[in-house]
């Protein structure tokens, strides 16, 4: 019979989603049941299969009992026949209880495999731009315990025989016990001048650090007691940070940035603003979805061969006029009679992924401008012109093309229906915003405008945007916006993310507001 394991005990990494290995996504994708920490990023959820149920079990290093019910709960799973994928933050053999998982699998008889993650002792330094060895910064590296509990008391460890070793020491240390290691490094053997680093949220876009001598940190750490858990390094190398960082030197670090893009083409706006050190936060105003009927596009389609033109609005429309054509009878051939419009470079490259090219990109995105180039390209007096967008697009564009003489059919290709809000798990938008916790809200489309105030209420999106910096991606949006109320601070003179997002760099890099 062939071994298949029923639990995947995965090390998630100390924080940042990215950080998870190949081999744990892909155990993470086969999961029926996702048991995690509530350290783990909730980013690494999105992996698991749809189906999967999701379990929160709590912190890291949870205590006794919590650990033998999670064990039991693991192997219940199991025997249900459910495949089951432990998340843990950092490395499950690490300073954790992934050790005892495992054991208590294997004296039930129930299959598993350990997925190694990056410690935080390891993940958070480099983050922070502290290299735990160097050449002259000693020989040897110790991994110190020290917050598995809220006690005050720091590890048992001979700190005496550790200042000998002249190496580096990295300590896990808890809150309440931060304050007391540093003074038991102070009062056995440690010079007062010793380089230290301690680094709070490590990897995350919170990160922290201080840094300076073993003697100013114990001051600064007596005089602000921490409210979270620290990494703790101390040695020669960690003199090194101020040449080295790097994660916390990018130009949003720190920036928490709403993201308001439907959540399947939200990947390259939040990939670039984490990149750049921003917390991308996701929540999606909309989904996309079949229109209720497709007679009027299939009957579109049918006579492909009749349109001098078709227009497309958005990189939506592409997909969903695209999947159409292909779930008929004929093929993408059937655009070969008619010259494609595009509106807005993201339209341009969602029709070249299709291998098609259009003929016409207008530079203004509005309406009008779009009508006058058309017109331009050649009379559109009796031409007919197909225009797919979403049931909520605007039909300004069939009007305007009228106006000019064409015959439009304008058709629904695919429909926007509002996101369920606050779901369990999601942020609360809401209250984020009231705090003034967002710095930056992000629309993309005029749809996204609208839905969000739908959502938040008219007089309450438009107080709470006043609070926050409200960026778009071109002219129609900010015209939504501007209707509703919502004034735009941020808008590139492209329109595209990679645009929006080096806007937003910089406008936090000046102090008055971009808009080009």
């Not at 749809?50 to 693991?74: K, N």
């Not at 979403?390 to 106006?403: K, M, P, S, T, Y």
């Not at 916790?437 to 709470?464: C, K, M, N, P, Y």
């Not at 949006?477 to 990679?498: F, S, V």
């Amino acid at each position: 019979m062939r071994f298949r394991p029923l639990v995947y005990i995965i090390g998630a990494g100390p924080g940042d989603p990215g950080l998870i290995s190949v081999r744990g996504l892909q155990c993470l994708r086969t999961a029926d049941v996702v048991l995690y920490d509530r350290l783990v990023s909730p980013r690494l959820l999105r992996h698991a299969p749809s189906h999967a149920e999701r379990i929160d079990v709590g912190g890291a290093s949870p205590q006794t009992l919590d650990q033998e019910a999670i064990c039991y709960l693991l192997a219940e799973k199991a025997r249900e026949g459910r495949v089951v994928a432990r998340l843990k933050w950092g490395d499950p053999f690490v300073f954790d209880r992934g050790g005892e998982e495992a054991l208590f699998l294997h004296e039930q008889g129930v299959p598993f495999e350990v997925v190694p993650g990056i410690p935080a002792a390891l993940g958070v330094p480099s983050y922070a731009g502290v290299p735990l060895t160097y050449p002259g910064g000693g020989d040897t590296l110790t991994f110190v315990r020290g917050h598995e509990d809220e006690r005050q008391t720091p590890p048992r460890v001979d700190w005496v025989s550790l200042s000998r070793l002249e190496g580096t020491v990295v300590c896990y240390a808890g809150k309440r016990q931060l304050a007391a290691i540093l003074e038991e490094l102070l009062t056995h053997g440690w010079p007062p001048t010793e380089p230290v680093a301690v680094i709070f949220d490590g990897t995350l876009p919170t990160q922290r650090t201080i840094q300076g001598t073993l003697e100013e940190v114990a001051r600064a750490v007596a005089t602000t007691p921490p409210t979270a858990p620290a990494i703790l390094v101390i040695g020669r190398v960690a003199a090194l940070r101020e040449h080295l960082r790097w994660f916390d030197a990018r130009p949003l670090f720190g920036r928490r940035i709403l993201v308001t893009r439907p959540r399947e083409d939200a990947a390259e706006l939040t990939d670039l603003l984490t990149v750049l050190g921003a917390d991308a936060i996701e929540a999606p105003m909309l989904r996309f979805v079949a229109p209720d009927d497709y007679a009027p596009l299939d009957e579109a389609v049918a006579r492909l061969d009749s349109f001098a033109w078709i227009v497309f609005t958005s990189a939506n429309a592409v997909d969903h006029f695209v999947a159409r054509v292909m779930a008929g009878p004929g093929d993408l051939r059937a655009l070969k009679h008619a010259r494609i419009c595009v509106v807005g470079p993201a339209t341009e490259e969602r029709l070249r992924q299709y291998r098609l090219k259009p003929d016409l990109m207008p530079p203004d995105g509005h309406p009008e401008a779009v009508a006058h180039a058309l017109a331009q390209a050649g009379s559109l007096s009796g031409q007919a012109v197909l225009v797919p967008r979403a049931d909520v697009g605007r039909e300004l564009f069939a009007q305007e093309l009228r106006r000019a003489g064409a015959e439009v059919t304008d058709v629904t290709a695919y429909r926007t229906i509002v996101t369920e809000p606050e779901r369990e798990g999601e942020p609360d938008i809401y209250g984020l915003l009231l705090e003034r916790q967002i710095d930056v809200v992000t629309f993309t489309s005029a749809s996204a405008v609208r839905t969000f105030v739908q959502v938040i209420g008219q007089e309450q999106a438009v107080d709470l945007l006043r609070l926050t910096t409200v960026a778009c991606i071109g002219p129609v949006t900010a015209e939504a916006a501007a209707q509703l109320g919502i004034t735009t601070t941020i808008m590139p003179g492209e329109y595209t993310i990679p645009a929006l997002v080096e806007a937003i760099v910089r406008h936090h890099r000046k102090p008055e507001a971009i808009t080009t």
